[in-house]
């Protein structure tokens, strides 16, 4: 699944080729992933020029002038693609054609890509706000007996992190996955806030620089702990794999466990 990084790029690259386009057609593929109907989706969207492309959370959004948003979460396999006059894609879920001949389609061989136009405002603080610092993660999590991944996964708390960037943030904080919540110290709090926006940071530096155009895809080959091709952390401790629930958690004895 894509996570913040690789959307952070997705969404800066699909800006700078679509926007400004107009709306000639949307073709809905797979209806019932959408919240409203084919019909009121082409009245929606028709004539309207691309305002802006973005990331909100783990989702695209496509922003248009008469101020409704179009909403893309590629769940598990999802993949956007651009298209000049016609497509070969198989699994197509959503269609945009402009003016020009190109187009914009999400496909998803599962079917689980959805669209969404203007859904509800979305709990949670998105990873990278301003507003996601020590006094608010302090607060939130002093009561709390989750494991502190688990809390880092819960986008109506916060949006954006997904299983391999929980791992490389935790690890960069020197805390153990399965620490609770209420049991990390002030200090330690502090520090994840700083690892959140680093590790995140980096990541998408990091994808831009190797994977300048990309639009689609996941890109983990530079992970430090969430990566099965490396045995040992960069300091050489064995980094550990544990499955818990339907997600593989990769950590080191250098994390320090809180309960």
């Not at 929980?166 to 806030?193: G, H, Q, T, Y």
């Amino acid at each position: 699944m894509p996570e913040l990084p690789d959307l952070q790029v997705f969404s800066r690259n699909l800006h700078e080729k679509i926007s400004g386009k107009t709306v000639k057609k949307v073709t809905v593929h797979r209806a019932k992933k959408l919240n409203v109907t084919e019909k009121e989706l082409q009245q929606a969207l028709h004539d309207q020029k691309i305002k802006q492309v973005r990331r909100d959370g783990k989702e695209l959004v496509i922003d248009f002038p008469n101020g409704n948003s179009l909403y893309l979460h590629l769940m598990l396999n999802g993949s956007m693609h651009l298209f000049e006059n016609k497509h070969d894609q198989k699994y197509a879920i959503l269609e945009i054609r402009f003016t020009d001949g190109c187009g914009l389609l999400m496909a998803d061989p599962r079917g689980m890509a959805k669209p969404t136009l203007n859904p509800p405002h979305a709990d949670g603080i998105d990873s990278l706000s301003k507003d996601l610092d020590t006094p608010f993660l302090k607060e939130v999590m002093k009561d709390k007996q989750a494991s502190v991944k688990n809390f880092l996964l819960d986008q109506k708390v916060i949006r954006g992190i997904g299983n391999a960037y929980s791992d490389e943030i935790l690890w960069e904080a020197r805390i153990s996955p399965f620490s609770i919540c209420s049991k990390i110290p002030p200090k330690k709090v502090e520090d994840l806030v700083k690892s959140i926006k680093e590790v995140l940071v980096s990541a998408e530096q990091k994808i831009t620089e190797n994977y300048p155009d990309i639009i689609s895809g996941e890109i983990r080959d530079f992970l430090l702990i969430h990566n099965p091709n490396k045995s040992e952390s960069p300091n050489g401790y064995e980094i550990k794999v544990e499955k818990v629930g339907s997600r593989k958690t990769y950590y080191s004895e250098e994390q320090k466990l809180y309960k």
